[in-house]
């Protein structure tokens, strides 16, 4: 738990805890700062497509962003998803055309 | 918490009405080495009380806000297996080792694995061993024709017990396992005569098992390859039940985990209840094993590495069971996520 903001560590997910999940300690120290760097980079790509932005909080949880600024703090990739679908009443499903067609044309 | 293969195994017993899961129950419980197991059921009916540890529950379960069915916590199940957990640390009952669930003959196996994976204690004791179905040779092909919860039995399953071929005709039990191959090519096909089979081959090798992991994950492959040539030799347009797809995906370059983790998640919050199987060997960048990836459903189990490649193919395989949701748009979708990841990094 964070002393100052009193934040239980979330971290558990699958998709936070490594490669190794079943059998090591999640990353740590600075792979794992590069990594929740790049899943919020990469998110933000898909999220453009709902007019929501994601950002790192306290390297623990992630705050959830809309153009409206509507703000939510959310723990875990699926958290992020139903909280996006949830402000931008839109779908978050990668199957969808958009979505792919958005990715393939952003640099 | 500890290593995930350290954890008590649960293994669910599965299988339509009269299939046989109570048989084969009796039987496994008749074993030497089962001994040390402690068994869940939903009616004591002819399962062998004179086990020393079985527990009957209550059906009594708890649909979440979500509305998806196989996110469904079975309140039950988390008691009884909370409450037996409480008295092995007091010691008031034998020290089991592992732990068996036989679910009702209608029930749908997906909301157990996701009570399985939603309690923080149960989570720290427990993990998942096999999904065992068991399939009547006799009625087998019938029941997965009319009954969708049969059907979803079989194709989330690691094992399967084809039951009565003692009084099944020969042509029916090469039907049902050419169904079954077809439908779920990486389970492994087990026959029971009278119930008997190898209970060591059902409970003892599992994913997780340090032991035999390696040698599971070749005979996936093995599996999925087989299902692979005879389908492109055979044109068999009706390899699939109905529905139900099963595919494998094949990526030359290696996959960015990163990528691969929002774009799994982001698929199963979309479509979980229709994926009902992935799993998989991934060539990971910056990873040196191979990644094994699990999932059922809405639940992935933790991925894990094993230590060496099963043979020189160095690609990522990914095995899908999907609920009529094409190959094409999966293979792309992912294809796209990769790509920006790559884009990712060429940008920072």
Known sequence: MCAFCALLSGGSHWSEAGTDAAESDAPSGRDRLMERHHRVRLVNRIL???GCKLSDWNNNSYILRSQRGQTSIVDSLPQVWARAEEISKKPADPLDPGLLERLSKTP | MAAYSRLTPLFIVTGFLGSGKT??????LRHPSLKDA?????EFGDVGLDHFLVEKMDENTVLLE?????CTIRDDLKDAIIELNSKRERGEVPYYKRMIIETTGLADPSPIIFTLNSDIIIKHHYRLGSII??????????????????????????????SKTDIAEAGDIERLRAKLERLNPSAEL?????GDVD???LLRADIYDARTKGAEVRRWLAAEEKNDSEHHHSHDVNRHDEHIRTFTLTFDEALDWTAFGIWLTML??????KVLRVKGILNVKGVEAPVIINGVQHVVHPPMHLKAWPDDDRRSRIVFIVDDIGQDLIERSLAAFNAAAAADAAAA
Do not use: F, W, Y
């Not at chain 2, 048989?23 to 496994?28: A, E, G």
């Open chain 1, 48 to 50: 453009a497509h709902h």
């Open chain 2, 23 to 28: 048989t084969l129950l009796n039987r496994m």
């Open chain 2, 38 to 42: 402690a068994v869940l059921v939903n």
């Open chain 2, 66 to 70: 979500s509305g998806c069915l196989c």
């Open chain 2, 133 to 162: 179905t068991t399939v009547d040779a006799v009625n087998g092909l019938k029941q997965m024709k009319r009954h969708a919860e049969s059907v979803k039995q079989a194709s989330v399953a690691d094992r399967i017990v084809i």
């Open chain 2, 190 to 194: 087990i026959e029971a005569v009278n």
């Open chain 2, 199 to 201: 209970v060591k081959r």
């Open chain 2, 268 to 273: 199963l919050h979309a479509h979980g209840e």
